[in-house]
């Protein structure tokens, strides 16, 4: 039977040829559990066709969505997953505040996740399969400190390409994580390459599908008090 859920949308970042949307539960005096709405295409991304609202336009970052589901779909550490009903309006109820961004940030004193595991570019930005598989999550909203933007050209499946990753700390840990945040990736590729400190922000992280025997820590989103406005 199919259910309604609210969400705020805390992530909305690249994905093949779609999006990746997740979000908190809105209750009626806090927020509930992680929701990340799939389709059922083989990389259960969301086709941009499916992303509009009756009048027009798109769910954007920060939106506060009304979406029907179909059923619950969790996969491994992806327990977050819902299935949702194609062919129908998502609808907008409102935007988000910074104040509610901060109330929807995770409690978190430990690692994200797990660490111990990098990539070439990255810092503590992988999990092996075999212990992502006994996750239980897969998306925090988190509150990180000496938080900078790197932008610098790294080696792409087709040759160098310009990426953005943000260096951060969190719970005493350092990370280095590849952004897949449209805003974020246009805003900064279009400047020069270097080294960008944002003051205030709240990182969502997600981990990602299973890439050669890896699952890859994410940022997703970039929030920041301006974007908030």
């Known amino acids: 039977m199919a259910y309604d859920k609210t969400i705020l949308c805390l992530a909305n970042s690249r994905k093949k040829a779609g999006s ?4 908190k539960e809105v209750l009626e005096e806090n927020f509930g559990e992680w929701i990340r709405p799939v389709s059922d295409r083989q990389f259960e991304e969301i086709p941009r066709r499916d992303l509009r609202y009756k009048d027009g336009s798109s769910a954007a970052l920060l939106d506060i969505i009304n979406i029907s589901m179909i059923e619950p ?8 997953n819902h299935l949702y009903r ?3 309006y998502w609808a907008r109820i409102g935007r988000a505040t910074w104040d509610e961004i901060v109330a929807a940030t995770d409690k978190l004193s430990g690692p994200l996740w797990v660490n111990g595991y990098s990539s070439y570019n990255g810092l503590n930005d992988r999990i092996p399969e075999a212990i992502a598989s006994t996750l239980k999550n897969s998306l925090l909203l988190i509150n990180p400190s000496q938080l900078r933007v790197i932008v610098a050209e790294e080696d792409g499946t087709y040759g160098p390409e310009r990426r953005v990753r943000a260096d951060f700390r969190f ?3 350092q990370y280095k994580l590849a952004v897949t945040d449209p805003w974020m990736e246009q805003h900064y590729l279009a400047g020069s390459d270097g080294s960008f400190a944002i003051k205030i922000a709240r990182l969502c992280v997600s981990l990602g599908e299973i890439f050669q025997g890896f699952t890859y820590k994410l940022v997703a989103a970039v929030i920041t008090p301006e974007r908030a406005k």
Do not use: V
């Not at 990746?20 to 979000?23: D, F, K, S």
């Open 171 to 173: 719970s005493g840990h």
């Open 86 to 88: 194609s062919g129908y």
């Open 20 to 23: 990746c949307i997740a979000g």
């Open 73 to 80: 779909r969790p996969k491994s550490y992806q327990s977050e």
